[in-house]
């Protein structure tokens, strides 16, 4: 719409590029960007080819859509038939891809792209549970654990995957993995994220994403006083999320006060996504966190072990 009435965005083609995991992971080969092994598949024969190609374990999982929703780690060629008609249903065209499972620490970017030049302005580790919410990030860790030339690398990584991408302005929110044989692109959004990271960067660098995203919805500069980190605060994101996180599987009965959880050491912010009479399932999808605690430290570890406990802390019974 933005492009048919002369306004300023990020255009349809890196629009595409950016939710149609298929068309990015071919837009990335293209550029030499490092990426997972991957197939292309809307049939279980190419599946079957698909798998057979990329090897297992891999993941199979919709080509547009995202929240995790259809997305399945296959261990054993018969789970592929087994979960395939799941992943293409959550497709509005019927298209799934097979990527290649590579293990590693997962990292969460922030970039900020402004008249085509990209600044890398946070990396972070995206923690996940083990079992079928594999790919829900339910930990942030802020900085990453990489460092030296590992870090010099992936923000590397994230410069060339953008411009790969044709994002000229706006917030870019790659994905990346660090495995022992290199780093990789998981995948690149052209957006402010979600999962609380316009938070991440405003406690741990000082920068308010939503009023650079707006400077550049109306076509204006954006100053670089806006775009530079103003200081560099070690933090860590808990999500409340059931088992296996701290919070109880069942129907809601009684949501407790939040008070120790803020007065708990460190914590600048927490907050609860529920309602009495709602359920709360075991951790699958994005949509099963059902709140957050954000703490602070002298360093990531101290941050991470004071947002986990005050996480213990938050009051909420179930039938």
């Known amino acids: 719409m933005a492009e ?26 293209e550029a030499g960007v490092a990426q997972p092994e991957f197939a292309a598949i809307r ?26 929703r259809g997305l399945f780690l296959l261990q054993y060629p018969d789970e592929l038939e087994t979960h395939l008609h799941a992943a293409l249903a959550e497709s509005p065209t019927q298209e799934a891809i097979v990527e290649r499972y590579h293990d590693g620490l997962e990292l969460n970017g922030l970039a900020i792209a402004r008249r085509g030049h990209v600044e890398p302005l946070t990396l972070s580790d995206r923690l996940r549970p083990p079992g079928v919410g594999f790919g829900v990030g339910w930990i942030h860790v802020y900085p990453t654990t990489l460092f030296s030339d590992a870090l010099a690398q992936a923000e590397d990584l994230v410069v060339r995957a953008v411009h790969a991408l044709g994002l000229r302005d706006g917030i870019a929110f790659p994905q990346l993995l660090a495995s022992p044989d290199g780093l990789r692109v998981i995948e690149v959004a052209a957006r402010i994220p979600g999962g609380e990271m316009a938070r991440l960067a405003a406690h741990a660098v000082g920068v308010d994403l939503v009023e650079v995203a707006l400077l ?38 009684r949501i407790g006060s939040l008070e120790k959880v803020l007065a708990f050491p460190g914590v600048v912010e927490a907050d609860t996504y529920l309602a009495v009479g709602e359920t709360i399932n075991p951790v699958r999808l994005d949509g099963d966190r059902r709140g957050y605690v954000i703490a602070i430290g002298d360093t990531n570890l101290e941050a991470l072990e004071r947002a986990e406990a005050a996480a213990r802390l938050v009051d909420v019974e179930v039938w």
């Open 216 to 253: 550049q919805a109306l076509g204006e500069d954006v100053p670089d006083t806006l775009v530079q980190p103003q200081f560099q605060q070690p933090l860590a994101i808990r999500f409340l999320t059931a088992e296996p996180g701290p919070l109880p599987s069942g129907t809601v009965r």
């Open 4 to 29: 048919d009435l002369g306004l300023p965005g990020i255009g349809r083609k890196t629009a595409h590029l950016m939710t149609h995991k298929i068309a990015m992971r071919r837009r990335l080969a």
């Open 43 to 68: 049939t279980l024969q190419e599946a079957r080819t698909a798998v057979e190609t990329v090897g297992l374990p891999a993941v199979l999982k919709p080509a547009n859509t995202g929240g995790q």
